[in-house]
């Protein structure tokens, strides 16, 4: 029977991390935790940032934007890739799996270009401080925004659109816990240079445009830092970009050797492994390095927790 694209594959198999049987429990549990640990942390802090009027300035603005988009593509893939580990066989339907592919490349490209606008509001409140209300107003924090949403759609677009005009006839196993775009690459029995070139182009500019931008950001706001004459003032700027940088290294190393490396079976394996960075670690730190250890963060949820507990009371 064939699918909407004249598709001989009207499912696909997702063979997951690993098919060691004495692993799968272990890994059930360990993802299990690293998802729930996402779930109320992502769900904590928009909670927490949307009931405090303190909170409501422009970094915390993208943080709750970056925690929408954590909370919203780690539950793309997680279900399922728990799933896989309890499952004999783990199987989605050629609509969903492209379904898939589409929201967890919207989500992930967003989430680029949300920590790229992160990056220009704290180089923008160590560079500029004294403009900084005037330049990160709200109608500049939600172009921002949008823009990084625009930036999802267009490449969730572009790779899926390619992705629906290729033929998969026999080969129904992707050699991942999700539908990616180089697992289905490998399977396709028609030429794939057009999603290739695609890939490239795309990947490269999601990748390079932020990190460049970023990088930028960043020369500017050390070069601010060196200037500033208090030890103390020194310390904070620095731990206010340590947790930025750390969050944009992990997102973006993980992914680049995901994407930008040739698509072969083995460097596939080696990619498999390092896309849990980006898709299952880091949705579950960005709450903990970006809040928890921020005093405004612990101040608000003390005051939340207080009032929770005199209301126990009554």
Not at 31 to 47: A, C, E, H, R
Not at 77 to 94: E, G, Q, T, Y
Not at 193 to 219: D, H, K, Q
Not at 256 to 277: C, R, T
């Amino acid at each position: 029977m064939l699918t909407g694209n004249d598709s001989l594959v009207t499912e696909f198999v997702l063979a997951g991390l690993t098919d060691r049987r004495d692993l799968q429990l272990l890994l059930f549990h360990l993802f299990l935790m690293i998802y729930i640990v996402t779930i109320v942390g992502n769900l904590g802090l928009l909670t927490l940032i949307g009931l405090n009027s303190h909170l409501h300035t422009p970094m915390y603005y993208f943080l709750f934007n970056l925690s929408f988009i954590d909370l919203c593509y780690s539950s793309v893939f997680s279900p399922k890739m728990l799933m896989n580990f309890v499952s004999k066989r783990n199987v989605i339907s050629h609509v969903g799996c492209m379904t898939q592919l589409f929201f967890f490349l919207f989500f992930v490209i967003s989430e680029c270009y949300m920590l790229t606008s992160m990056a220009y509001d704290r180089y923008v409140a160590i560079c500029n401080p004294l403009l900084y209300k005037v330049t990160m107003s709200q109608q500049v924090c939600s172009a921002l925004s949008f823009a990084a949403y625009v930036m999802g759609f267009a490449g969730a677009t572009a790779h899926t659109g390619c992705m629906l005009r290729l033929t998969f006839c026999h080969a129904n196993v992707i050699n991942h816990y999700l539908c990616d775009i180089l697992p289905l690459l490998q399977l396709s029995c028609t030429s794939t240079y057009v999603n290739e070139v695609v890939v490239l182009i795309v990947v490269g500019i999601n990748i390079t445009v932020p990190s460049l931008t970023i990088l930028t950001s960043y020369v500017f706001i050390l070069t601010s830092i060196f200037h500033i004459k208090s030890t103390h003032g020194r310390s904070k700027a620095f731990s206010t970009c340590s947790s930025h940088i750390i969050a944009i290294s992990l997102f973006f190393g993980s992914a680049a050797f995901m994407y930008l490396k040739y698509s072969s079976p083995g460097s596939m394996d080696q990619g498999k492994i390092s896309s849990v960075f980006y898709t299952n670690v880091g949705p579950m730190l960005n709450p903990l390095i970006y809040s928890l250890r921020n005093k405004d963060v612990r101040v608000a949820l003390a005051e939340v927790m207080t009032k929770i507990k005199k209301r126990d009371k009554f």
